[in-house]
């Protein structure tokens, strides 16, 4: 344990476990939508803004939040534009980010070197400064990652019923890639920004293996990224191994070794049996509810399978002759 009295380690660690806590955080949310390479896409966009820092001179990591955040917010606009071009024009940000960064490093003469350090990280270098900076980045991600945590898993798995329930859908969207964007440059100095993508889906897939329920997986993701970064970090020193490929491979050995929990967690879950007599049994009708529901009763309501549910109460009723089935 001698590592724990270097300076430079102690920072690694924390900025490890930073990252590790941060990133799947955020990620569960990205794999929710079922965007999990966007992680992958924005690193791509934050090297122009790490080379646009390495030809201006100024620091690397606030311009990367500047320039992701932008390129999030365009991806936002070309998903729900519902164009068809709108794949062709995010591949195009993606790459073309990534040529405009290492173009831009290459003419003030920093090249391919530098660039690499952002590129793979270079945790060990972390300064005190940085780390500052990195713990104030991830509070203004963590606070409404956990702190909104019902209104976003809503938005993230069925846009049109958080619209029932009143809630700013594309705010809420935009809010995600944002916090994604900024995610991905509070940990391009730990495992890097070809890599932050796997840091991000890979813990929050892990726990998906060994949880049933958002919040519970998204405890264990942040748990296990954390724990699978601080490793990475404690490997490093002993193997003499980058950091940030280390924590990678971590993460995912520790996925591989969770398939088996998966199928047995599964097979414990209520499976749903035909029923041999398809006869309807008879509905429990509540002799006080007086309350009708229409579509001037003031509750929102939502269309389903050919008929209209009414949200009350946190639930959804629909009409069914003198009574209301609940969904």
Known sequence: MEFLALPFMQRAIIAAVIAGVVSPAIGAYIVQRRLS??????????????????ATGTAPL????????????????????????ADVAMAILFYGGLATGVLLAGMV???????????FGSLLTVSVEDLWLILGMAAVIL???????????????????ARTLGLPVRLYNLLI????AITITVSMRTVGLLLVSALMVVPVATSNNLT????????????????????????SYYLNAPPGSLI??????????????????RRKLPRVIDDPDPTPLPHEIDEHKDHIHSPDCGHPFVSHQGHTDYIHDGHRHAPHGDHYDEH
Do not use: W
Not at 110 to 115: K, S, T, V
């Open 37 to 54: 390479l966007l992680g992958d896409g924005l690193g791509h966009v934050a090297i122009a803004g790490v080379g646009l820092a390495l």
């Open 248 to 265: 990678v491979v971590f993460t995912i050995a520790v996925f591989v070794v969770t398939l088996p929990l998966s199928g047995r967690l």
């Open 143 to 161: 606070i409404p990652a956990v702190g909104l945590l019902p209104q976003l898993f809503a938005v993230c798995s069925d846009e049109d019923y």
């Open 212 to 235: 049933i329920g958002f919040g519970p997986a998204l405890g264990l993701a942040m748990g296990l990224g954390a724990a699978s970064s601080v490793g990475g970090v404690v490997g």
């Open 177 to 180: 890639v944002i916090l994604a």
């Open 109 to 119: 003469g920093q090249g391919a070197g530098m660039l690499s350090n952002y590129l």
């Open 62 to 85: 606030p311009m990367a939040v500047i320039v992701s955040v932008l390129g999030a917010v365009i991806i936002e606009l070309l998903r729900t534009s519902g164009k068809a071009s």
